[in-house]
Nanobody
Framework: VQLVESGGGLVQPGGSLRLSCAASGFTFSRYGMSWFRQAPGKERELVAVISSAGGTTNYADSVKGRFTISRDNAKNTVYLQMSSLKPEDTAVYYC??????????WGQGTQVTVSS
């Protein structure tokens, strides 16, 4: 059972990145998926959520209109498309799988740094 994030890196302000989170070892299509982020010295915060079938999404106000969460259940992967990136988006980004009555599953995180 694991989640593996990828796609992080260094990007200039105004740029874009797409994060991926590949799932294995569990029935991905049953789980709601989320992206969180944690900046140095700050608490981990929820960025975006997508329902198990992908029909419902929600976003933190700070990323609404700039980030898009999506999923491909055939590929067991959830994505976070990030655009118009700002320095304050710099953080370690984590994906999480959640299903009622079952323990949450976390990935190891991927670093996103927005800097000129």
């Amino acid at each position: 059972v694991q989640l593996v994030e990828s796609g992080g890196g260094l990007v200039q302000p105004g740029g874009s990145l797409r994060l991926s989170c590949a799932a294995s070892g569990f029935t991905f299509s049953r789980y709601g998926m989320s992206w969180f982020r944690q900046a140095p010295g700050k608490e981990r915060e929820l960025v975006a959520v997508i329902s198990s079938a992908g029909g419902t999404t929600n976003y933190a106000d700070s990323v609404k209109g700039r980030f898009t969460i999506s999923r491909d259940n055939a590929k067991n992967t959830v994505y976070l498309q990030m655009s118009s990136l700002k320095p304050e988006d710099t953080a370690v980004y984590y994906c999480r799988a959640e299903l009622s009555w079952f323990p949450s599953i976390w990935g190891q995180g991927t670093q996103v740094t927005v800097s000129s």
